[in-house]
């Protein structure tokens, strides 16, 4: 079974930066679709940005897109997102997950239903 730990949330102002990581404990890691998704009180999780497990296909929400970036490092089983020009309505936990059985676009759309998360990490963007 997967873990997931997530780290690098924070108390960031208006238009400042933040960079996230995602530590995946599992052995297919290196092959699998990587992705973030963020969650607001009493929502449910919404997708972020997915990347293929070669780095070459990513995916964002329109909502991040220009100012968030997704990157992974298959040989210590991370994926980071970099988010520069925070907003307040950025403020959220943030999960990461993967999966060998889904590509950018399914892990996207589908990816809010696995089963296993991790704990997410806090984002707070002050005005």
């Known amino acids: 079974q997967v873990q997931l730990v997530e780290s690098g949330g924070g108390l960031v102002q208006a238009g400042g930066s933040l960079r996230l990581s995602c530590a995946a404990s599992t052995p297919t890691f290196s092959t699998s679709v990587a992705g973030w998704f963020r969650q607001y009180p009493g929502k449910q999780r919404d997708f972020v940005a997915t990347i293929s497990w070669s780095g070459a296909t990513i995916l964002y929400a329109d909502s991040v897109k220009g100012r968030f970036t997704i990157s992974r490092d298959n040989a210590n089983n991370t994926v980071y997102l970099t988010m520069t020009d925070l907003k307040p309505e950025d403020t959220a936990v943030y999960y990461c997950?993967?999966?060998?059985?889904?590509?950018?676009?399914?892990?996207?759309?589908?990816?809010?239903?696995?089963?296993?998360w991790g704990q997410g990490t806090l984002v707070t963007v002050s005005s």
């Open positions: 997950n993967t999966d060998p059985h889904k590509d950018t676009r399914s892990m996207a759309v589908m990816g809010r239903y696995l089963e296993v």
